[in-house]
């Protein structure tokens, strides 16, 4: 159903969304809702407008996607005056602005992305204030360990700043159950699933499909080979090289594990697979117009991380190229994406005794991995963008119209 928003004055409802940087899984969200003709948005960038490569921590490199993040929807990139500007830490993003620009523009109701920056705090607590509705998304979990001292004095610091929000967009289970061990009332919780551009994996598809083959050819990958794809960060808390010491052993040499990525573990993850050229190739990070290949390469992703993967969208996008996944019980999207034994696995994170049993009762019989991709074909759509932009109207309408019935 396509909710119409009703303007309660003049012109049309605003809903104004305070996020670091264009983010390339939050860009075709704000172009979708840009193209609707009962609605209004503005993007307020309190970090950098992504017009230049940034440096990436993750990938060990300056990054600059290679979609058009800048197009499509208006937005304001809002100075930020931090000493050491950065999303890495939390007086990396300072506005002093922000408040002013964002009331100026007056909107109905404000979308915050996290609170882990000095600028949105504050921005938070201000709007509370005002009495001016927020929307917020962030995609925490309480599965990774965290020391007593943390849990205590979060548990202090995150029940005042959440009274501010009026509305919190859950992405999932593990994310709602923590708001909820936070003190937030099931009354303010609505579910907005956390969502890719699924049609941009799926367009073209055959086409898509020839390519990874012809790749895989170049590799030296035989076409009775089974592809075991790790896509990501190299980083320790994905575990690559733990994941590369099992496959190393593996009993069929018919298996071979591609890594496709940059970081910190770069040059152990190249040693490693030096010494067993036959089981591996490392290709290194590619940019966003040549994932919808990359993740063809493999007949199963893996995302094998023991902690803070708060959700794990390269699991959407494999999907979205019909292809199921293997991932850690770590992994925040497993309970929405992973439906065991159809979509993928779950395995314990840390148990590569787990993991193996796991990953043999997936490549032992490639026809039932094959269905398992299909299915995994016809659940993604569920986390399309269009599905997320219709949720989120629906969260803007409930909030927009309790401010409106709400007596002066």
């Known amino acids: 159903m396509n909710h119409t928003i009703k303007p309660s004055g003049v012109g049309k409802p605003r809903l104004a969304f305070i996020v670091s940087h264009p983010i390339q899984y939050y860009v075709p969200l704000y172009q979708e809702l840009s193209r609707r003709d009962d609605l209004e948005i503005r993007v307020f960038f309190t970090c950098h407008d992504g017009r230049e490569a940034i440096w990436d921590s993750g990938f060990q490199q300056p990054v600059a996607w290679d979609l058009p993040l800048r197009e499509g929807y208006p937005f304001e990139a809002v100075p930020n005056i931090a000493r050491h500007p950065g999303t890495h830490h939390f007086w990396g993003v300072r506005n002093p602005d922000l408040l002013q620009r964002v009331l100026d523009w007056r909107p109905d109701a404000v979308h915050v992305s996290g609170y882990a920056f000095a600028s949105h705090l504050r921005l938070l607590r201000a709007l509370h204030q005002r009495r001016l509705p927020v929307l917020f998304r962030g995609d925490s979990h309480l599965l990774s360990p965290t020391p007593l001292w943390k849990r205590l004095a979060k548990q202090i610091l995150l029940r005042q700043i959440f009274r501010y929000p009026s509305l919190f967009l859950d992405v999932g289970l593990h994310n709602r159950r923590y708001y909820q061990h936070y003190g937030v009332d099931s009354s303010r919780l609505f579910h907005c699933p956390h969502s890719i551009d699924v049609e941009r994996f799926r367009t073209s598809a055959d086409h898509f499909e020839t390519k990874a083959r012809d790749w895989r050819s170049e590799l030296g990958i035989g076409a009775d080979d089974l592809v075991v794809l790790f896509v990501g960060k190299f980083e320790a808390k994905k575990q690559p090289l733990e994941l590369m010491r099992v496959v190393a052993g593996w009993a069929d040499p018919a298996v071979v594990c591609i890594l496709v990525g940059d970081g910190e573990l770069g040059t152990q993850i190249s040693e490693l697979a030096a010494r067993h050229p036959a089981r591996f ?11 919808p290949v990359v993740y063809r390469l493999g007949d199963l992703l893996v995302l094998p991380s023991i902690r803070w993967e708060t959700w794990g969208l390269a699991v959407n996008e494999a999907l979205a190229c019909n292809r199921p996944a293997l991932v850690s019980d770590q992994v925040g999207c497993a309970p929405e994406l992973i439906q065991p034994g159809v979509t993928g696995q779950v395995f314990r994170a840390g148990d590569w005794g787990d993991f193996s049993r796991r990953l043999q009762s997936l490549t032992e019989d490639r026809a039932r991995l094959r269905a398992m991709g299909l ?29 409106a019935n709400r007596p002066n």
Do not use: D
Request: hydrophobic share 60%.
């Open 375 to 403: 299915a995994a074909g016809e659940l993604a759509p569920g986390f399309s963008i269009a599905v997320a932009a219709r949720i989120l109207v629906q969260a803007f309408l409930s909030v927009a119209t309790c401010q």
């Open 281 to 291: 190739r490392v290709i290194s990070f590619q940019n966003q117009t040549a994932m």
